[in-house]
């Protein structure tokens, strides 16, 4: 039997994606308030009407492609914490690392870095506050398969989370967020079994 009827839909999320990935890259290249949905739809080769289809405006647009940014945030989350091969200290270490490689990449980047990161906040806080919860549950739950980190998993989590997120938004580039972030990781997980194993000794 033809797979012919699926295909219509199947182009139309190929478009949807490509209007996405145009978005992306026109806020990217001009800041927030110079993006027009004109310059979108030109930039992604689609009639203004086929956009319009899409996203009511402006601002729902960028809603997708903060949408976007914190799938891939979270998958990048994730990919690094599923590698069974790998240490569990190195993997908490490289998935907070992940996650903010990818936001040099995606924002920091950018001329209009700042602008983009306040239109995120107040347009987009609810999305990027979804992701935060679903990272620090991963993450939590990560630890808590060790003993000695498992009875303060989520606290560490959030300190691991939470203060990874303060030195990498004071990093001038990535090597060195990726650097910094290593450093606090160890010394955060390593500061961490001390005391967990001072504990048992109690």
């Not at 927030?32 to 319009?52: C, N, P």
């Not at 240490?87 to 998935?95: E, I, V």
């Not at 498992?150 to 997120?165: E, H, I």
């Amino acid at each position: 039997m033809s797979n012919s009827p699926s295909r219509p839909e199947t182009d139309e999320n190929a478009r949807l994606k490509r209007i996405i990935r145009a978005a992306e890259e026109a806020f990217k290249r001009f800041g927030f308030r110079a993006v027009t949905m004109e310059l979108v739809a030109r930039e992604a080769s689609v009639a203004k009407a086929t956009l319009y289809s899409h996203f009511e405006n402006k601002d729902a647009l960028y809603l997708a492609v903060c949408a976007r940014m914190a799938r891939l945030l979270r998958c990048a989350v994730e990919r690094a914490l599923a590698q069974p091969e790998t240490p569990l200290d190195a993997r908490l270490a490289q998935s907070v690392i992940a996650k903010h490689r990818m936001v040099f990449a995606l924002v920091r980047g950018s001329a209009h870095a700042a602008e983009l990161f306040s239109a995120k906040d107040a347009m987009a806080g609810d999305i990027f506050a979804a992701l935060d919860e679903a990272i620090l549950k991963a993450l939590a739950d990560a630890m808590a398969a060790d003993a000695a980190l498992a009875p303060s998993a989520a606290r560490l989590a959030r300190a691991l989370y939470l203060g990874g997120a303060e030195l990498a938004s004071r990093s001038a580039s990535a090597a060195e967020m990726e650097n910094e972030l290593a450093a606090f990781a160890a010394v955060h997980l390593a500061g961490a079994r001390t005391l967990a194993g001072k504990e048992s000794q109690i």
